[in-house]
């Protein structure tokens, strides 16, 4: 029985807001269902250490060093220096590295020098991740230039246009030595232009040189991050033996064999047989999926979960899911790009159970995988919205005042209230249940044509597919909005936020560098641009204060239907050209007399830009014969002791994994 007092909102640091959200109806689930989801959760957390060490070379080294002095730390805690210590540690933990996780520029520590090797040298050596013969002062003789240098490894993730986005970037998934050109050679002599079912290449290895020549160190057991994977796979088998169906345990074998070939074949058929598998209530994601941690978007990060679905409100995806043909048939993309089979659409809504990897403590609120353009053409997608993570942000975001300072009028603000939940999750849903599962590609055209801008531009098509049809009378007509006003609340919404409110996310004087972020701002500024003319949308000025104003829904519906074509063109063609000119035009640069007076009004309100959560703790309950009985949720665990914890029972990999 569930009797700790629960609260959504949770502690505050820097630009960070810790969330807890609620996996309501878990104590509903059978006990095979819940021994399902623990053995699923325990597989998700034993990844963490991949992804540390994919966000950058001495991640692992870092959170080592950094917890051992902010656990054995003997001085004044009190301390300027250990209050800014204790605020990038908590940083840090958030992003899964020194780099953030959202913007990927690296973290400016608030603390000297002088108090980060004072604070290692008063350390038990065997407290920190020395190598063989290594000292403390040695140890920080590496890691001080890492972390207080800004030159040293400034960007996560360069997507800067003209540079050399390998060399300039700090993720791990290239050798120091590989440059862009080097690698987007080597793995555009893979492909075959003739193959109907190419592989993804390069997604699950690190390419690096030895002796002269490139090489890939494939991640899979007994290979590169082979502890973790090991640990991993263990509790796969424990779920695969607790599956549901034959089909799930199925889908689950084919990934403990991936896990141990590496094969992207068998990458492939796993994904077949998990896209095909939609009788189960619980479900999961496991290992290397999204691409958006490498500049080239061609290697993944990655990330595990466990849900369950929420049997209510799926009915509201099952809808659109079975509408996929009439969605796509009247989308207003040229025919030439339109599927004429959408096959295996299936969408649902799910509660999150636990989140990993690339998932935590950031998480999206809406997923449509797989990611291979031949297999969701001949097999089709899965898509989901987490609704009880929405539930959260939606309960953390009432009240803080944001829309009051800016929504331009009381209006528009009731117009807000009424609708924006609802029609969040709804876009949230149209974006990845037939947003991503839209359209096709022309013949022969590679996947990965549009290089670093892909990312973007498949988003800006999964949004624009949203925006356009929540604006459609046959939303009402299936039930899905109340009436043919509601989407206008989406519309402002969005404006606001790809014009304005997104940017309290950029630090002065930067570009705008996030593929989602990026994607918001093309839409909206490429909107506000082609309807000037007829003052569509306006950015008005009151008191010292831009505000956006639309004055012609209808013929903003109009517009977003324009781009759409536009950018399913762009993908079906391959044209990287006008992918780049889109992308550079409206997605990155930032208008800085704006930018400082969005910051001003946001900073006024003590809000933070960025949310997490932090994960409920499942605890399974032994009976005399050592079986598990049931299993237990609880809420209560602080964030600092979540990621000791973390640290402690999931550490799986060496501190310099070459």
């Known amino acids: ?66 917890e051992a002095v902010y656990t054995l730390y003997d001085g004044p805690r009190d301390s300027r220096d250990f209050a800014a210590f204790t605020t990038y540690m908590k940083r840090v933990w958030f992003s899964n590295g020194i780099h953030h996780h959202y913007g990927c520029d690296k973290f400016q520590p608030g603390f000297s020098e002088d108090f980060f090797r004072k604070a290692v040298g008063q350390l038990p050596p065997d407290s920190l991740p020395l190598d063989a013969g290594q000292t403390p002062e040695g140890l920080c003789d590496m890691l001080v230039p890492v972390l207080f240098d800004p030159a040293v490894m400034p960007k996560r993730v360069n997507q800067a246009d003209g540079e050399d986005l390998l060399q300039t970037s700090a993720c791990n998934y290239y050798g120091p030595d590989v440059t862009q050109a080097e690698a987007e050679n080597f793995y555009a002599a893979m492909k075959k232009a003739d193959d109907p079912q190419p592989v993804m290449y390069g997604m699950n290895s690190r390419l690096v040189k030895r002796g002269g020549r490139l090489e890939e160190l494939v991640w899979k057991a007994g290979g590169l991050y082979g502890a973790a994977i090991d640990r991993i796979t263990y509790w796969l088998e424990k779920a695969a033996a607790t599956a549901e169906n034959e089909r799930q345990a199925a889908v689950l074998r084919k990934l403990i064999e991936f896990y141990r070939t590496g094969d992207l074949k068998t990458f492939d058929e796993y994904t077949i047989l998990w896209v095909q598998e939609t009788e189960a209530q619980v479900d999961f994601t496991n290992g290397f999926t999204e691409t958006y941690g490498d500049p080239l978007g061609l290697k993944a990060s990655w990330e595990g979960y466990a849900n369950f679905k929420d049997l209510e409100a799926t009915a509201r995806t099952e809808k659109l899911s079975a509408n996929a043909q009439w969605f796509e048939d009247h989308s207003p993309v040229d025919a030439r790009f339109k599927k004429t089979d959408c096959k295996g659409v299936s969408a649902k809504v799910i509660k999150a159970a636990i989140l990993g990897g690339d998932l935590y403590p950031a998480s999206a609120i809406g997923i449509n995988l797989p990611n291979s353009n031949w297999v969701r053409a001949a097999y089709g997608s899965k898509s989901v919205t987490i609704g009880n993570l929405t539930d959260a942000y939606n309960k953390a975001a009432h009240g803080n005042g944001f829309q009051q300072e800016f929504v331009i009028d009381a209006e528009t603000q009731q117009l807000l209230d009424r609708y924006q ?71 402002y919404g969005y404006m606001m936020n790809g014009l304005l409110t997104q940017m309290v996310r950029i630090e002065p004087g930067k570009d705008i560098e996030e593929a989602h972020m990026r994607n918001r701002a093309l839409i909206a500024r490429w909107a506000y641009e082609q309807g000037a003319a007829e003052k569509v949308a306006e950015l008005v000025e009151r008191e010292g204060k831009t505000y956006i104003r639309i004055n012609h829904y209808d013929r903003l519906r109009q517009l977003f239907g324009d781009l759409l074509r536009e950018i399913q063109r762009i993908k079906s063609e391959g044209d990287y050209a006008a992918a780049r000119d889109l992308v550079e035009r409206y997605g990155v640069k930032v208008d800085p007399v704006l930018h400082h007076e969005i910051l001003e009004r946001y900073r006024a309100l003590h809000l933070s830009p960025y949310k997490g959560f932090i994960n409920p703790v499942y605890t399974p309950v032994y009976g005399a014969d050592h079986e598990i009985t049931d299993v237990r949720v609880e809420y209560g665990e602080t964030y600092d002791a979540q990621m000791l914890r973390y640290s402690r029972d999931y550490a799986t990999l060496p501190y310099n994994n070459e």
Not at 20 to 28: C, I, K, L
Not at 473 to 482: A, H, I, N, S
């Open 421 to 491: 939940d609802t029609c969040d999750d709804l876009h949230t849903d149209l974006h990845e249940c037939l947003g991503h599962g839209s359209g096709r590609l022309l013949p022969g055209v590679d996947p990965d044509a549009l290089k670093a801008y892909g990312a973007t531009i498949e988003e800006a098509r999964a949004d624009l597919f949203g925006l356009y049809y929540l604006a459609d009378p046959k939303l009402v007509e299936l039930g899905l909005t109340p009436d043919a006003e509601a989407y206008k609340a989406q519309y």
């Open 1 to 66: 029985m569930q009797t700790e007092t629960f609260s959504y909102n949770d502690e505050q640091f820097a630009d960070l807001q810790m969330l807890r959200y609620r996996v309501d109806g878990f104590e509903s689930l059978s006990l095979a269902q819940k021994k399902l989801i623990y053995y699923l959760s325990e597989a998700a957390l034993s990844g963490r250490d991949i992804l540390w060490d994919q966000n950058g070379k001495y991640n692992l080294r870092i959170r080592k060093t950094l």
